[in-house]
Nanobody, 122 residues
Framework: QVQLVESGGGLVQPGGSLRLSCAASGSIFGINAMGWYRQAPGKERELVASITDGGITYYSDSVKGRFTISRDNSETTVHLRMISLKPEDTAVYYC????????????????WGKGTLVTVSL
């Protein structure tokens, strides 16, 4: 069974910073990539940042230079450091993991956390 536990969301003023974390647990047989998506009210879910098992990172244009994605040494926890936050960053942030859980013989699958709310407001 896969479990993704997110933490770190909350209310912050414009220009402030937050750090999101997502810890994966379960029978892990390999993680290809971990990332963060977000969904603002009335909008589609969008990819914010991702990091592969080889350490290659991707950032959407809207967060480039302000957000930093990283993984810990265990490579089962991913962090998203967010600075210079703007009201338009307000959204529910979802952790995504692509990998093999439960068996090494299955194809990699996407797993999602339940989401953590980030609100940027005065």
């Amino acid at each position: 069974q896969v479990q993704l536990v997110e933490s770190g969301g909350g209310l912050v003023q414009p220009g402030g910073s937050l750090r999101l974390s997502c810890a994966a647990s379960g029978s892990i047989f390999g993680i290809n990539a971990m990332g963060w998506y977000r969904q603002a009210p009335g909008k589609e879910r969008e990819l914010v940042a991702s990091i592969t098992d080889g350490g290659i990172t991707y950032y959407s244009d809207s967060v480039k230079g302000r957000f930093t994605i990283s993984r810990d040494n265990s490579e089962t926890t991913v962090h998203l450091r967010m600075i210079s936050l703007k009201p338009e960053d307000t959204a529910v942030y979802y952790c995504n993991v692509n990998g093999r859980f439960g068996s090494k013989w299955i194809s990699p699958q996407d797993y999602w956390g339940k989401g953590t709310l980030v609100t940027v407001s005065l």
